[in-house]
C-alpha cells in the first residue's frame, strides 16, 4: 500500500489580488464601486479584460466577448484597461512582498508566489500581507497558504474574496481527494470533459489510476496528474522568471488585407517591442510574425539570425521579410511580434543562488 503522507518542505503562500483591475477601476472612480463593471470593449470586437465582483453575479467573466457580456447584465459599466496604473499598483504590492521574502515569483500583475518557510508561521504571513496591501493600496487580496506552488494556488481561490485559505501537509490528501477534477490546475475544460468520460470525476478517482493509464490517456500530462493528485509539486519558488520570448500584438477595430495598412501597424507594434526589451535588457535572435486571419485562423512566420536584435528599426526590417514572404490567406484582424532566442543566460545565472530548496521537515 502506498503511503501519501506528507511533509512540509516549503511554506508556499500565493497572493491573487481581488478582480485586480475592475477593483483599481472601482478605486479610482468612486462612482463604480458597487456595480456591475468590464474592463475592456463593448463593441462588436471588444473583450472583457476583468469583471468586477457585482458583474459576474450576472455570468460576466474575463475573455467573454463585450457584446455577451451587454447581454448576460444589460446595465454593465464598460471602460477601457489603464495598464500603467495597474502595474504602478502592481509595484507597489510587489514592495511589500520584499519585505517579507526576497523569494517572490510573479505570475503577472495580480498574483505571486512567496516562499516563507523561515518564517514559524505562513498562515500569519500571510494575513500580514493582506493587511499590509489593503492599507496601502486600499485593495483586498486573498491567499492560500501550503506546501507548494500547486496547491496553495488552489487554496487562494477557496474564500475570495478577500480572504486566505491554509493547507497544511495532514490535510492534503483528503482535501484533493474530496475536489471535482476541474478545480487541478492545469486541467482545463477538454481534459475535464475526457476525465468525466473515463469515469474520472473527483481527486479520489483520478488517485486510483495508474501513471501507465494517465500517460496513455494525457500524454505528458499523465505523470503531473498522477504526481499532484498526490501532493506533489516540488517547483521552487523562482525569484524572478526569465522569459522565453517577449512579444506585442494588436486586435484590429476592421478587418485589414493590404500588406500596406499591416506595415504601418508594424512600425507602431516594432516601437512598443523595443521599448520592452530596453526596459528588461533583453535582445534575441529569433524573430516571429504572428498573423490571425478573419476565419481565426492563426500563422506565424519566424526567422533566427546571428545577431541579437532589440532595435525597432531592425525588427521593423525583418518582420517585413517575413510578411512579404507569402500572399495573405484573407483578412486579417491580429497581427503581431514576438522576440525568442534571448540573451537570457546571464540573467538565469543571477537568481539562481536566491532559489531555496529545504530538504528539512518544517512545522507548518
Known amino acids: 500500500m502506498e503511503d501519501f503522507s506528507i511533509k512540509a518542505q516549503r511554506k508556499i503562500i500565493h497572493i491573487d489580488m481581488d478582480a485586480f483591475f475592475a477593483s483599481v477601476e472601482q478605486l479610482d472612480h468612486p462612482q463604480w464601486r458597487g456595480l456591475a463593471l468590464a474592463v475592456g470593449g463593448e ?27 451587454k447581454k448576460l447584465c444589460p446595465h454593465l459599466i464598460f471602460t477601457n484597461p489603464r495598464f500603467e496604473r495597474y502595474k504602478e499598483i502592481s509595484d507597489q504590492i510587489r514592495d511589500i512582498f520584499l519585505e517579507y521574502t526576497p523569494l517572490v515569483e510573479p505570475l503577472s500583475l495580480d498574483e505571486a508566489f512567496l516562499d516563507v518557510s523561515d518564517y514559524s508561521s505562513a498562515t500569519l504571513i500571510a494575513k500580514e500581507i493582506r493587511t499590509k496591501i489593503k492599507s496601502k493600496t486600499g485593495l483586498t487580496a486573498s491567499a492560500g497558504i501550503s506546501i507548494n506552488k500547486f496547491l496553495s494556488k488552489i487554496a487562494s481561490d477557496w474564500n475570495k474574496p478577500d480572504g486566505q ?11 484533493l481527494e474530496s475536489l471535482d477534477v476541474k478545480k487541478f490546475h492545469g486541467i482545463g475544460n477538454k481534459t475535464k470533459l475526457k476525465m468525466y468520460q473515463l469515469g474520472i470525476y473527483t481527486g479520489k478517482d483520478l488517485k ?13 500530462g499523465g505523470k503531473y496528474y498522477y504526481q499532484v493528485v498526490r501532493g506533489i509539486h516540488n517547483s521552487p519558488v523562482k525569484p524572478q522568471r526569465i522569459p522565453k520570448s ?54 506565424t512566420r519566424s526567422k533566427t539570425g546571428s545577431l541579437y536584435l532589440s532595435n525597432k528599426d531592425l525588427i521593423l526590417e525583418q518582420v517585413k521579410v517575413l510578411l512579404y514572404q507569402e500572399k495573405l490567406s484573407n483578412s486579417v484582424r491580429l497581427i503581431g511580434i514576438s522576440i525568442s532566442n534571448l540573451n537570457t543566460l546571464k540573467k538565469e545565472n543571477e537568481v539562481k543562488h536566491l532559489i531555496k530548496e529545504s530538504q528539512l521537515s518544517l512545522p507548518f
Open 246 to 299: 517577449i512579444g506585442v500584438e494588436r486586435t484590429f477595430e476592421k478587418n485589414l488585407s493590404s500588406e500596406l495598412f499591416l506595415v504601418e501597424k508594424l512600425k507602431n507594434i516594432a516601437e512598443n517591442l523595443e521599448m520592452r526589451l530596453l526596459k528588461n535588457k533583453l535582445a534575441g535572435r529569433t524573430i516571429t510574425l504572428k498573423i490571425k486571419y478573419s476565419d481565426f485562423k492563426q500563422q
Open 208 to 220: 486510483e489510476q495508474t501513471e501507465g493509464f494517465l500517460s496513455k490517456n494525457f500524454g505528458k
Open 43 to 69: 463593441g462588436s470586437r471588444g473583450v472583457v479584460s476583468a469583471a468586477s465582483y457585482e458583474a459576474r453575479k450576472y455570468g460576466v467573466r474575463s475573455a467573454m466577448s463585450g457584446i455577451i457580456a
Open 165 to 175: 485559505k491554509t493547507l497544511p501537509p495532514e490535510n492534503v490528501i483528503e482535501f
